[in-house]
T-cell receptor, first 116, second 114 residues
Framework: DSGVTQTPKHLITATGQRVTLRCSPR?????VYWYQQSLDQGLQFLIH???????AKGNILERFSAQQFPDLHSELNLSSLELGDSALYFC???????????????FGPGTRLTVL | AQSVTQPDIHITVSEGASLELRCNYS??????LFWYVQSPGQGLQLLLK??????LVQGIKGFEAEFKRSQSSFNLRKPSVHWSDAAEYFC????????????FGTGTRLAVRP
């Protein structure tokens, strides 16, 4: 158990819909990362938040957005869903306040999104 | 842009045999290097990491990896494979200036023959 939790585990929805994926980082971790894993694209970085602020964006579509809240949990919002958005979405966290930065990222179990 | 290459998509080894999974990266400076394992239906678990120092790093589950700067490689090894090692293995790199994102290879799926 990495200490990172993600809900829900599975999500089935229809094209055009909007969903929200939730991530709770390890206790004390300030950074949250979102990744997408699909058969055709592999594991792709989407976005990184540190202590509530966006730090970096990767291959994230404009239909997707994320935020990190004051309690450090994060949400990934996916809208106008398309069939191609079906994938496993991972959240990872790193950097405890009381540790020297080392960028080891701990992954949650993922949310499997199926768009029908 | 940095990239990670895992040339072997599938590898099958017999239980008890040795294993080497290849990873090459392209990046101007020494990046941070990682190996992750993903079992079916599971998340990613860190096996080992290299930041600096000794180029031979030990990880969990009996795995080790060697960083070779001259070859831009970070190959994963295990002297004796167990059936429970069957999984997908991902090599990844981080460049801090890129926002600390992990760039992953395409993965190597390991099957273990009884």
């Amino acid at each position: 158990d990495s200490g990172v939790t993600q809900t829900p585990k599975h999500l089935i929805t229809a094209t055009g819909q909007r969903v929200t994926l939730r991530c709770s980082p390890r206790s004390g971790d300030l950074s949250v990362y979102w990744y997408q894993q699909s058969l055709d694209q592999g594991l792709q970085f989407l976005i990184h938040y540190y202590n509530g602020e966006e730090r970096a964006k990767g291959n994230i579509l404009e239909r997707f957005s994320a935020q990190q809240f004051p309690d450090l949990h994060s949400e990934l919002n996916l809208s106008s869903l398309e069939l191609g958005d079906s994938a496993l979405y991972f959240c990872a966290s790193s950097v405890r306040e009381d540790e020297t930065y080392n960028n080891e990222q701990f992954f949650g179990p993922g949310t499997r999104l199926t768009v029908l | 842009a940095q990239s990670v290459t895992q040339p072997d998509i599938h590898i099958t080894v017999s239980e008890g045999a040795s294993l080497e999974l290849r990873c090459n990266y392209s990046y101007g400076a020494t990046p941070y290097l990682f190996w992750y394992v993903q079992s079916p239906g599971q998340g990613l678990q860190l096996l080992l990491k290299y930041f600096s120092g000794d180029t031979l790093v030990q990880g969990i589950k009996g795995f080790e990896a060697e960083f070779k700067r001259s070859q831009s490689s970070f190959n994963l090894r295990k002297p004796s494979v167990h059936w429970s090692d069957a999984a997908e293995y991902f090599c990844a790199v981080v460049r801090r200036s890129s926002g600390d994102k992990l760039t992953f290879g395409t993965g190597t799926r390991l099957a273990v023959r009884p």
